[in-house]
């Protein structure tokens, strides 16, 4: 599934490069934008797999067959029709006991309710043209230096002040009290859900990476939380499990679809088996 071609050799100095015109993303021949619309990749993507649901329901017989080359975005009723084709088509079994009680003891650290920490960090930000080997190293020896036994009580509030891009370093880099709903979730993964998250009271022994960048980590506090019965969360684990499952028989449902149709200027994952693991 390579990116259409244009119209012309390729080559500046042939005439036939006035012809050229841009790359069209289209499904089964259909386009998804006109030549002059540029659109961001998600869009595309969406677009794309709208008309492969699209031209489904018009194979089924459920819509009119559309006879434009440009695709045009479903109205409600299309819309309706849609869904009850993906709904009929898309199934996946209920969770069973055993497989609740399963996710119950896998994902304890996940259930807990009522649990925080009380943090401070440090964040080194990654930003478009920043030297990130640089800020590693800089983030690594500011650690280390919070590390030692025999820091300083302001250090950390110091270092905060001097080297965080974070409005929070002019209170010392103060966050308060987070919770793991609260922050984002490669911190709430490191603080709270990891099997070593519970290490304790001071400063993170490892620099926390995060979409915003690199932190170093002080707990000042903690609430310990609560973890409730498996009767109490049996329905919340049956819902969230059944939710998984449709979403992997849905991405699975869509690989058929493109691996059945004819791709053209944009990359999507297909299989041509419906035996899609």
């Known amino acids: 599934m390579s990116p259409s071609s244009t119209v012309g050799c390729g080559s500046s100095s042939c005439a036939c490069a006035d012809l050229a015109q841009p790359a069209v993303a289209s499904i089964n021949g259909i386009a998804l934008h006109e030549p002059d619309e540029v659109?961001?990749?998600?869009t595309l993507r969406e677009r794309a797999y709208?008309?492969?649901?699209i031209q489904e329901a018009v194979k089924q017989g459920l819509l009119p067959l559309y006879r434009g080359?440009?695709?045009l975005q479903p109205d409600e009723a299309q819309r309706q029709v849609i869904e009850t084709m993906l709904d009929q088509a898309v199934t996946s079994p209920d969770p069973t006991e055993e497989e609740c009680r399963r996710h119950y003891e896998a994902?304890?650290?996940?259930?807990?309710v009522g649990q925080a920490l009380h943090v401070r960090h440090i964040l080194f930000a990654v930003t478009p043209?920043?030297?990130v080997?640089?800020?590693s190293q800089r983030a690594e020896t500011a650690l280390l230096d919070l590390s030692r036994k025999d820091v300083p009580a302001g250090r950390f509030a110091q270092l905060a002040g001097e080297l965080s891009n974070c409005p929070s370093g002019a209170?010392?880099?103060?966050?308060?009290?987070?919770?793991?709903?609260?922050?984002?979730?490669e911190l709430a993964n490191e603080l709270f859900f990891q099997s070593d998250s519970r290490w304790g009271m001071g400063v993170h022994p490892r620099l926390v990476h995060t979409r915003f960048g690199l932190h170093i980590i002080e707990v000042l506090g903690r609430k310990k939380g609560q973890l409730p019965e498996f009767e109490q969360v049996r329905d919340q684990i049956a819902s969230r499990l059944a939710l998984q499952s449709r979403s992997t028989a849905l991405r699975q449902y869509?690989?058929?679809l493109v691996g059945q149709a004819k791709v053209e200027g944009i990359e999507l994952e297909g299989a041509d088996s419906p035996l899609v693991q």
């Open 39 to 42: 659109l961001d990749a998600q």
């Open 50 to 53: 709208t008309e492969l649901l």
């Open 69 to 71: 080359l440009v695709a």
């Open 107 to 112: 994902q304890k650290n996940r259930l807990i």
């Open 129 to 131: 043209g920043v030297n």
């Open 133 to 135: 080997h640089a800020l």
């Open 171 to 185: 209170q010392g880099g103060e966050l308060g009290w987070v919770t793991p709903e609260a922050c984002a979730p």
């Open 254 to 256: 869509m690989q058929l």
